[in-house]
């Protein structure tokens, strides 16, 4: 079984930087497809970005330009850096094994779509 931590959330001036992290641990994941996914308070849960084993990389309209997903196999950690934050980027965040999942809730209540973390609050303030 895989675990996954994240870290890095907080809060911050729009404007500002973060740095969220997601280390796994239990297996290697550098054969895996990672995604962070994020749910605000009254919307549903979205796809933010992914990187698949090969490095591609997905980012949602949202966030194209101002947040960069990459990974670290040596460490088994992927990140997520979020520049030029917003207040509509105040969310949980969570990294996940799986793009696909589409469901409303943040994680898969079913878990039917791979591994994911706790989750790490980003709060953003105007």
């Known amino acids: 079984e895989v675990q996954l931590v994240e870290s890095g959330g907080g809060s911050v001036q729009a404007g500002g930087s973060l740095r969220l992290s997601c280390t796994a641990s239990?297996?290697?994941?550098?054969?895996?497809?990672m995604a962070w996914y994020r749910q605000a308070p009254g919307n549903e849960c979205e796809l933010v970005s992914a990187?698949?084993?090969?490095?591609?990389?997905y980012r949602a309209d949202s966030v194209r330009g101002r947040f960069t997903i990459s990974q670290d196999n040596a460490k088994n950690t992927v990140y997520l850096q979020m520049n030029s934050l917003k207040p509509q980027d105040t969310a949980v965040y969570y990294c996940?094994?799986?793009?696909?999942?589409?469901?409303?809730?943040?994680?898969?209540?079913?878990?039917?779509?791979?591994?994911w973390g706790q989750g790490t609050q980003v709060t953003v303030s105007a």
């Open positions: 996940a094994t799986d793009p696909r999942y589409s469901g409303s809730w943040c994680p898969d209540p079913q878990a039917d779509f791979g591994y």
């Open positions: 239990g297996s290697t994941f550098d054969a895996s497809d």
């Open positions: 990187i698949s084993s090969d490095g591609r990389t």
